[in-house]
């Protein structure tokens, strides 16, 4: 009888027409192999989240933004700036007016935040204080911040671009202000590459280089880029590229990756799926972070139901949820309650969306602040050229043996559709070992007749390791299955 490997590691892929893909990849995400392997691609579990302090319990005390300066993690929470000790405690820095997510960026000796529209704050010396320069406002209210040689650049929503003063964000000067002019789209927000200023609109990109005129020193390139960026707060800079939800005129929105001279689509049909869906509210809102780990460089765009994630070393998208205890012995699934993550140091550090916690990312930790995480992944659908076959035996090959004092005899469920991922088979359990147990084998028998075509969906909440390494099915009735 012969065995042949289902792909499990295909990530995210949940098509609008559900018979040609229903593969879910939550909080999982694909690893390939880059030496001599078991198996070359594998599905290893996202870290938990393991608290360090709070600003306060509240939902009026979530993060607003957050960045590294002088080494250390600076975190706008509520209506407040924080910075993490060394001892893992916040220390209150002064008042952010406000509720919106900020855009911050420093020069190395200051911190600027910036509210949307609002006011613009230095952070010095241990000081936070106001911008109170004129000047500031004078081409309009600024609303994103990038520094660039020397210089603090906002955006304005009259559609133009200022400048700072040479390295500091207290001085502006009302005359040192440029525009994008290729076409007129708006400004939306500014991002750097490679030393080279863009300025984005709603539909375009416009390259502007540093070339140090008397006047002012930003001279436009000449590159013109026919995408714009349609949620300024999903601009990520990250292993040396830019990585934004933009669109073209009369296009949908995407994820562009923006790494040499042109940008390239990286979202599926299935992500840009998830992006029409969203109100521009909601689309202009969406926000996102980034961070390095263990060769995957990983961006997080958060929508209001899901987080979805790229991984830029693999090509393949996973979504982040959590599981939220709203009441009533009430749990529910919503999208990830990170809000930023910020590298110093070898850690990654997290703020939160629902409250003002901070924490780390923690590969030792199996919840997320006590609670347990939802992790589940369907593969792509199983046929044998859409004649009936039946599978006697199913084995999905996991790190087994991962019991623990929390979780002593952890699960895995198995469910089966037969119509593409529109209903499901009652959950089948399998043990994944105990604490030693590692030959532990997770196979399901006597899985029925199939008429068409097969998708297997498996489900654990055990606060334990999590590594899927290959599903194999025995089939009969069956000569050329894909």
């Known amino acids: 009888m012969p065995v042949t490997p289902l792909p499990i590691t295909g990530g995210f892929y949940e098509s609008s027409v559900l018979p040609l893909s229903a593969q879910t ?164 927000v500014p991002y750097v590459l490679r030393n080279q200023l863009y300025i984005a609109g709603e539909r375009t990109i416009e390259g502007f280089t540093n070339t140090g005129g008397a006047e002012f020193p930003f001279t436009r390139s000449g590159l013109f880029i026919d995408k714009g960026v349609v949620a300024p707060l999903s601009v990520q800079n990250t292993n040396s590229a830019v990585i934004f939800i933009g669109a073209g005129e009369r296009e949908a929105p995407s994820v562009w990756l923006h790494s040499g001279n042109y940008p390239e689509k990286v979202s599926t049909d299935a992500v840009d799926r998830l992006l029409k869906q969203l109100t521009s509210e909601e689309l202009s809102a969406a926000h996102a972070w980034s961070y390095g780990a263990e060769g995957h460089f990983f961006v997080g765009f958060v929508l209001p139901e899901t987080t979805i994630v790229y991984d830029l070393s693999t090509g393949r998208w996973h979504e982040r949820k959590s599981r939220v205890d709203v009441g009533g012995s009430v749990i529910e699934l919503q999208t990830y309650r990170v809000s930023s993550l910020i590298q110093t140091d070898g850690q990654v550090y997290v703020a939160d969306l629902l409250d003002g916690r901070v924490g780390i990312l923690d590969d030792t930790a199996y919840d997320e602040y006590g609670e347990r995480i939802f992790r589940q992944f369907a593969t792509q659908p199983f046929q044998n050229n859409m004649q009936p076959f039946t599978v006697p035996r199913l084995e999905l090959t996991i790190e087994s043996g991962v019991g623990n004092a929390d979780e002593e005899e952890p699960m895995i469920r198995m469910e089966i559709s037969r119509d593409g991922g529109k209903t ?21 028998r006597r899985n029925g007749r199939t008429e068409r075509f097969d998708v297997y969906r498996f489900t654990t909440t055990a606060p334990v390791k999590f590594a899927a390494l290959q599903l194999t099915a025995q089939i009969e009735g069956m000569a050329n299955a894909a």
């Open 25 to 188: 990849c939550v909080n999982a995400y694909p690893h390939i192999a880059q030496g001599g392997a078991l198996v070359q691609e594998a599905l290893f579990d996202t870290p938990g989240l393991t608290q360090l302090d709070t600003s306060g319990a509240s939902v009026a005390e979530k993060n607003r933004g957050a960045r590294t300066f002088e080494g250390r993690p600076y975190f706008v929470n509520g209506n407040g700036l924080y910075c993490l000790t060394d001892s893992n405690t916040l220390s209150s820095l002064g008042t952010i007016e406000g509720s919106k997510r900020v855009s911050l960026s420093d020069n190395g000796t200051q911190l600027m935040i910036l509210v949307p529209g609002g006011n613009g704050y230095i952070f010095e010396d241990g000081s936070l204080s106001q911008i109170t320069d004129s000047d500031f406002t004078a081409n309009g209210k600024p609303q994103y911040v990038v520094f660039i040689d020397g210089y603090f650049c906002c955006v304005t929503d009259e559609g133009k671009f200022i400048i700072s003063a040479l390295n500091n964000g207290n001085e502006w000067n009302a005359l040192d202000f440029g525009s994008a002019e290729s076409n007129p789209d708006g400004v939306v």
């Open 424 to 444: 499901w088979s009652n959950e089948r359990p399998r043990k994944m070992g105990r604490v030693g147990e590692y030959n532990r084998r997770a196979v399901w």
